[in-house]
């Protein structure tokens, strides 16, 4: 569904950042709160489960109470960073779709202020729009809510040195905006903070109030809000796995009669009720599918979705289409790569390190959670235009050739300039077999000195990381495809040679 755009002015989105950056600094200084803490706060701990642990305490002026939410995630701070970072529409439903489920239903980028920048990954501010449903087991109760959020992004070091992602958002109120009937307008605050951990994990901390508005009874919200994160949480870990499954090209399946007894490309099982994998394309059984609800990126006026794509009728509340989309096991588990990192050694050279190997050492320049406090915004500020916000989305994904038009399109005028704070000067790595693609894309990478590769913030504007990536991961992914069809094709050979061999 395409939305109207909304186009802050410089003094609200001015007010806007101080806000959030407020609430960031204050979100990241109670990650470290311990039990007896949080408890002198007036936190009652609501669920503990497989080290997911849950406080609420009562409001004030609210009925609906106060979460802090902590726990562990067996995954990297630079894949949850490329799981979490939504600069389009389309990446932002995806995220809500893996994080809801089936509770999502629409979302959109609304305005655009900051984009990522070389030193910052993960540096976003703008407003955005989400719908979904409450956090209960029956939807027909209750009628589905809506918001209209500032949300800042970016990130930073702790009290202790440690690398945190931040990611804050607050309920405004935008008149260019007004609510869709039967459609509840809810209000909250809310921060998730990502802190990298020394062995490698990562610790998540979810701060925040959320007023769902309506005739909901707090009685109800208050209970259901532990179970309700703990079951989004869980997604944490594989986010940046699915993202990757989700974005990758579509392929040509194989061709099979419906209903027909087919040998499952995954495991040696024959069955007649089996489905293709998006990605590979071969036919996969029951037992090893896995089913990811996607939403679609383009709804066309004439085809299997076409009552979704018309925008006269809001009553109707029907929300952005979702598809099951149905992958093997081989491919999911083929999606689990390390995402490296290249560090500067004492020798001023770049060397690349894992993302779980620890021992990385930032740079003096990088902030930490003190310089939250007044941080300076850019005078001019670029909002996302509305054909942006189409049906014609991108994605600024690795995965996607098309990543560097997007991502220049989404960068603000003065993305190349440090507004107060600086993020790590770290980035997603690059393959070093590259080296010759990058003198095919800059021939004036002619020097010995500019064979090297250079610092990003210093890097030509010819020099697409996206692209480097891209390249990366669709090697490993043919590299993978290629040995599980060897060792297919090995063990039906030798499943012939043993029916010959026992005929004989």
Known sequence: MEYPSIELSAAELAKHFRRTSAFAKEAMAKTLSSHKSLEGDGYKMTMDKHGYRCYQRAKPTSPFEEFFIQGTCDTTLDELAYGLYTPTTHAHRVVLSLLYKYDFLDGAILQTDMAKTDDDPFRWFGVKYARVHLPLPVHTVFQPRDTVYVEQSGTRLDSNGNRTLFQVRHTI????????????????????????????????????????????????????????????????????QMRRLMESPRVRSVRAKDRSTQKCATCPSFSNRWCFCRTCGQITCTKCVVVIPQPLQNVRPMGRFSHLASVADHNKHIGHPIVKATYCKTCFTSTRLRTPRLSLNGGGTLSSTSSRDGGYAFSPSTPTADELDEPSRPSSCTHASFADRSLDFECDSPLSDISSASSTKFRSKGAGKHYGWEGPSEYYGRAKSDATLLHSLNPSFGSVERERYLHTASSEPSFDTALFASLQYQRHLVEEMQLSLAAHHKTLSDRGQRSVGGLV
């Not at 802190?195 to 959320?210: A, D, K, M, R, Y």
């Not at 007023?211 to 997604?235: F, H, L």
């Open 173 to 240: 109120e935008a008149k260019a905006f007004p609510p869709f009937p039967h459609v509840v307008r809810f209000q909250y605050q809310l921060g998730f903070l990502f802190t990298e951990l020394p062995n490698g994990s990562v610790q998540f901390t979810i701060v925040g109030h959320l007023d769902p508005m309506g005739n909901m009874p707090a009685w109800i919200y208050n209970k259901r809000v532990s179970q309700k994160y703990y079951e989004n949480v869980t997604i944490f870990s594989e986010l940046a």
